[in-house]
């Protein structure tokens, strides 16, 4: 049998008490204390309760069957890396073919090093490379860094702060991505200046298996950031996929300014290849 632990209140007595059971011991406070109390004593019962309060949502199972957090959504353990395959089309001038281009290339993601950013929390220096083949040699693309917290996950891309997770993970909770980022700071991104500030980021498939370039990942969830379809004015789609102890495996972003045949945008994947520590 499984222990439980539980936060309760006893009323079946004429004094209120409430109580904090394991399986070995128990932690009371009654109503007495609380009118007269002696200070050591209840100052150590009210930080005990409030911690357990804060672990628990009426009870939970000793034994393993914890609520799930998501943490491991969002490595940032020294030496993990990620690499993709990277496809990008984009369309900076309406002339037709004359403003059209494309790139195609392998990035590699690296979790270099640990460091206190200025907020003074642990961040993860993150190195990005990229080559044009696989048996180019890489080179250093960018430094980005991560913060994961009890409730957030951030990325700094480039000084463009997002908010990736909101734990802890729950299908359709919802949360605002960019709200660490300028309106400006987005539209100098994304070459748009008709970009929203505010992108309500929803979580979807929430610990459901997902098939990428022939892997399989038996735990995942998707991060469905912009979901914004036009046939006029600012056309916008932002996905990403991330499997457990793995972190991102699939992004897909696509932002075009339709205005007939003065149309001018990106489309944006990456898609992983490998993986490892």
């Given amino acids: 049998m499984k222990a439980m632990m539980c936060l309760v209140a006893d009323s079946s007595r004429k004094t209120t008490r409430f109580k904090l059971e394991t399986r070995n011991s128990k932690l009371e406070i009654t109503k007495s204390e609380i009118r007269n109390p002696k200070p050591t004593i209840l100052k150590s019962k ?6 357990a309060s804060s672990l628990l949502s009426g009870c939970y199972l ?14 940032t353990e020294i030496g993990r890396f990620i690499e993709y395959k990277v496809d990008s089309t984009w369309q900076d001038d309406p002339a037709g073919q004359l403003g059209f281009a494309e790139v195609h290339y392998f990035l590699r993601d690296l979790n270099e090093s640990p460091f206190t950013d200025e907020e003074g929390r642990p961040a993860t220096r ?19 860094y991560r913060v994961k917290t009890a409730k957030l996950a951030e990325q700094n891309e480039e000084n463009v702060e997002f908010i990736k997770h909101n734990f802890p993970v729950k299908d359709g909770k919802k949360w ?8 400006l700071s987005l539209q100098e991104l994304y070459h748009q200046n008709t970009v929203p500030e505010v992108w309500e980021y929803e979580y979807k498939n929430v610990h459901e298996p997902y098939t990428i370039n022939g892997l399989t990942f038996d735990s995942t969830v998707t991060v469905l950031q912009m979901d914004r379809p036009t046939i006029f004015g600012l056309d916008m789609f932002s996905q990403e996929v991330y499997a457990k102890n793995v ?27 490998d993986f490892g520590e």
């Fill in 62 to 75: 000793e034994d393993g069957d914890l609520p799930f957090i998501g943490y491991e959504y969002f490595p």
């Fill in 247 to 273: 972190g991102l495996i699939h992004k897909q972003v696509r932002m075009y300014n339709i205005q007939g045949a003065d149309t001018v945008g990106f489309i944006y994947e990456m898609v992983i290849t």
């Fill in 46 to 51: 009210i930080l005990l309760f409030a911690i």
């Fill in 126 to 144: 993150v190195e990005r490379y990229s080559r044009l083949s696989p048996l180019s040699e890489w080179k250093i693309k960018d430094v980005w």
């Fill in 176 to 183: 605002d991505g960019n709200s660490k980022n300028t309106l």
